[in-house]
């Protein structure tokens, strides 16, 4: 046991900066409920209020960064500020963005109240959009909890260093992965799920670019998996449900999974339909 207990004591000393899940989970939470105070416990109807808690807000995560400096470069207390700084245009802008889109683009909604409160997707964009920031103030670590957590309430895993453009809309999310240097343009609708992945899950390609590309007013159906660094879903494409893709397609494409009886055949036939207007 004692051996043991030393081993523990020598894995505690050598954590290079340990921010308690909890703690990051709650600053995620607390930060989602001044956002939107549909995922508050109370609103903050006052400005008074409103100011005092974003004040701690901002000193917690102060905290968190100056107590992890092993998590980045910089000064905690700066980076703290630059993220709050960047806050309205870099998340809560592009997160009204992305509710328009999941409004709009969902029948079933009925309000965007209801798509703040109750849609698993608005939830995992939402983390992404506060990882992502973080991420790109060059944190580590702390990002990838917040996905995570995330990721564990919805079944949606988004990498925080995936670049997402606006308008972005996921419906029935679940299942969902977007890897870590992924590339997907504005106005960009995806199902359940669909994986953007990697061909290659060799160690020494992480810093390559290994998930796919996606451009532009491109819809990805239920179920499509689309691999490699070097694959382009063209602008304004469609891929059907179940696909699987791991070569670029051009602009304007619709690719979907047909089975069917062929001519002269004794059995049904899987196969791919391509069709491009480019």
Partial sequence: MEVFLNRLQKAHNLCPGCPSPKVINRFFVDLLGILFPEHSS???KDKGSLELKFSELKL????????????????????????FEKLEEEVYNKLHEDLDAMYKGDPAAKSKTEVIRCYPGFYAI?????????????????????????????????????????FFCIDHATGIVIGETTLVGDRVKIYQG?????????????????HPTIEDDVVLYAGAT???????????????????LTKSIPAKSKIYYQTKMLDGASNLTDFYVLKSEA
Avoid: C
């Fill in 226 to 244: 689309i691999l490699g660094g070097d694959t382009v879903i063209g602008k304004g494409s469609v891929v059907g449900g179940n696909v699987w």
């Fill in 42 to 44: 109370e609103a903050l």
């Fill in 126 to 166: 939402s983390a992404y959009r506060v990882a992502h920031l973080l991420h790109r103030l060059g944190i580590s670590l702390i990002p990838r909890m917040i996905t995570e957590y995330a990721h564990s309430k919805t079944g949606v895993d988004i990498h925080p260093g995936a670049m997402i453009g606006r």
């Fill in 194 to 210: 669909v994986t953007l992945g990697a061909l290659s899950v060799n160690k020494e390609d992480a810093d390559k670019k290994r």
């Fill in 60 to 83: 917690q995560l102060q905290k968190i960064l100056t107590m992890n400096v092993a998590l980045h470069n910089g000064n905690g207390e700066d980076l703290a500020n630059q993220f």
